[in-house]
């Protein structure tokens, strides 16, 4: 009964709408233009959505076909790293293994984390170091008639897809050899199993280095041949704090390499000036007088930088007439120098992929805890872990303080830090603070707190850490960081200390000063407006 008066009064309103229609008015073909808009709008815009659906589907079914390949290959991949392969062919398809599950896990958190939000409550709109890949859910999601900010994200987010389908097939392609691979790996006896992959023990154990770890044992335990007898010579050369120390001294503690050598003696000195001072400072690493080994020995010598030739010849020379026949020196530097030093190919350690360092930040940053169930947390620990450049120092001191307290804005807060401190670096001296301290160079350290006061960091170095914590400060970097204690003046404080073998603590010598003494906070001149 509602509908009865329109039937009434309002006929000729319908009558008039009619003729209107039937009329060739301007009018008329506005009303029609509109009404056709609206239909085909309509019509395009279930289609898009449709289509939305769809897509975001397929690539929900990627990520899991992804997961599901990943977990294959870890398994493939733990099982290999508890058996003595001494097959060079079998360690480089390991190491391809590693590195495909680095790169797919960064894959997999980066279409879960990137579109929690992160990037636009942090960045304010600006671009992110890392490709903007999208999660499943926000593929395609902007409308049609965008910007063309919006036509960018497409093509971004098509990318990310074909990225995403590349890697797949990658892995499945590289799984589907793996049998042949788990097969042989029955033949190569077992070791004692380090639960490498255990977020509460990644501390404990060195990660990333098995491939270089292999490689510097197959030296040492493979037989000089028809020479003059004199030592082989193994360079290993990398920037500061990138792992040379903490490998060798893994290899030193494998007992092959401690059943072969009767006797592993380590030579250190930041000035190799003189043969007396770098013969003075001779740690004896292992000795045995058991028949297999008697006669052979190791000697490390781990140099800041190079060493002069004259220094070199005859410390060799002495070598060759007082070691053993098979024994083996190990040079580890970062001058390129030391390489032609050398009997055999150097070794050049490099830092980790980002793919490899995000993998390891995730298990610091996070801990025991799931990343899954913090897809905030991690999109921003994925920016943290980009600004970081692959420091493992880095790394730790960030990741502990990190994970005291999981809150976004905490996390947020440290992003921004950084941020700011990458930046400062880059507009005084036009380099990363990470390479800058990688070659002993001053840097401003970054603090959460407002303070007048600024710290500069005047130089990182390492001492084996004393049983009881004789002679090294209690000030720690978390205490500079978090602003809990301020000094002025000159002081030291405690980086890190490492938990792994050869147990090294981390200090930094700094000063620090008043902002308006600094140059930290000055401004480029401004140019004059033509």
């Not at 060079?88 to 590195?99: D, K, V, W």
């Not at 970081?388 to 804005?409: C, D, E, I, K, P």
């Not at 401190?421 to 036009?430: D, E, V, W």
């Amino acid at each position: 009964m509602n509908h009865l008066p329109l039937l009434g009064p309002s006929s000729s309103l319908v009558h008039c709408s009619v003729s209107l229609l039937l009329s060739r008015s301007p009018a008329m073909e506005l009303l029609l233009s509109a009404i056709a808009t609206d239909v085909l709008s309509r019509a395009l815009y279930m289609v898009i959505q449709k289509y939305r659906r769809c897509k975001a589907e397929e690539t929900e079914q990627k990520l899991q076909r992804l997961q599901r390949v990943l977990l294959r290959i870890a398994a493939t991949v733990e099982e290999a790293e508890g058996r003595h392969i001494t097959n060079q062919a079998m360690l480089r398809q390991l190491e391809m293994l590693r590195q495909g599950m680095y790169g797919g896990h960064y894959m997999l958190d980066t279409f879960r984390y990137r579109g929690h939000g992160g990037d636009e409550e942090v960045s304010g709109g600006r671009a992110v170091p890392l490709p903007r890949f999208s999660s499943a859910k926000r593929l395609l999601s902007f409308p049609v008639s965008g910007n063309s900010e919006n036509m960018q994200t497409a093509v971004i987010d098509a990318e990310s897809v074909k990225k995403l389908e590349k890697m797949l097939d990658g892995l499945e392609k590289m799984i589907g050899d793996v049998e042949e691979f788990a097969m042989f790996l029955e033949g190569y006896p077992r070791i004692c199993w380090q639960p490498y992959n255990a977020y509460l023990m990644l501390d404990k154990v060195m990660f990333g280095r098995q491939m270089e770890k292999e490689t510097i044992i197959n030296f040492l335990l493979q037989p000089e041949g028809a020479s003059n007898g004199n030592p082989g010579v193994l360079p290993i050369v990398g920037v500061a704090r990138v792992g040379k120390s903490t490998l060798v001294e893994h290899v030193c503690l494998d007992e092959r390499v401690r059943g072969y050598f009767s006797s592993i003696v380590l030579f250190t000195g930041d000035d190799a000036g003189s043969l007396a001072a770098l013969k003075g400072s001779g740690v004896i690493k292992h000795q045995t007088r058991t028949a297999p080994s008697c006669g052979r020995s190791l000697v490390v010598i781990e140099l800041a930088w190079d060493m002069e030739e004259d220094t070199w010849r005859k410390l060799y020379s002495s070598a060759a007439s007082s070691m053993g026949h098979g024994s083996k020196i190990i040079i580890t530097s970062r001058a390129e120098k030391i390489v032609a030093l050398g009997t055999t190919q150097a070794l050049r350690l490099k830092v980790l992929p980002q793919e490899a360092y995000w993998y390891f930040f995730k298990a610091l940053a996070f801990w025991s805890t799931n990343p899954d169930d913090q897809p905030k947390l991690a999109s921003l620990g994925m920016e943290i872990a980009v600004l970081l450049n692959g420091s493992f120092l880095g790394a730790n001191v960030v990741g502990s303080l990190m994970r005291t307290n999981f809150n976004a804005q905490f996390w947020r807060r440290v992003l921004q830090c950084l941020r700011d401190f990458r930046s400062k670096h880059l507009l005084m001296f036009g380099e990363d603070p990470t390479d800058l301290l990688r070659r002993d160079q001053p840097v401003y350290i970054w603090r959460m707190a407002r303070t007048r006061h600024v710290v500069k960091i005047c130089k990182v170095y390492e001492k084996r850490s004393p049983q009881h914590g004789d002679g090294v400060p209690k000030l720690t970097a978390q205490d500079i960081l978090t602003g809990r204690v301020t000094h002025q003046g000159k002081f030291c404080m405690v980086s890190w200390r490492s938990r792994i073998p050869p147990y090294y603590t981390y200090l930094a010598s700094c000063v620090s000063q008043t902002a308006e003494c600094s140059t930290v906070n000055k401004k480029r001149p401004r140019k004059p407006r033509v």
